[in-house]
């Protein structure tokens, strides 16, 4: 019992993105830096992402739903991919150099 208390109070204090914090970003169009910390296969490292949905899972989780520029990664990258905010252990705005996946879209419209 006191283990599966520890663990949780673990996850929480290492929680790094909090739920207003993914809704700033998404308003301010800002690309982010993560720290994921990888469970169950997924692999643990710094992913590049643009955030578009804040959530929760089927399972009732807090997510992020974004789209993930470079970065560590089990799968091909740049890709549509969903985190768990409490395996996100670092937040941080990164310079918005570059098209957005927005600008894709737009394009991929008016073709």
Known sequence: MALGLYNTLQKLILEAA???????AIEKKQRIRIYYRGEDGDISGYR????????LS?????????????GVTDTESPMWKTFRLDKITDWRPFPNDGPKISSYFKESKSS
């Not at 590049?48 to 959530?55: A, D, M």
């Open 18 to 24: 909090s739920r207003s914090q993914v809704e700033d």
């Open 48 to 55: 590049n992402i643009e955030p578009y949905v804040v959530g």
């Open 58 to 70: 089927t399972a009732g989780n807090p997510i992020v739903r974004a789209w993930q520029i470079n």
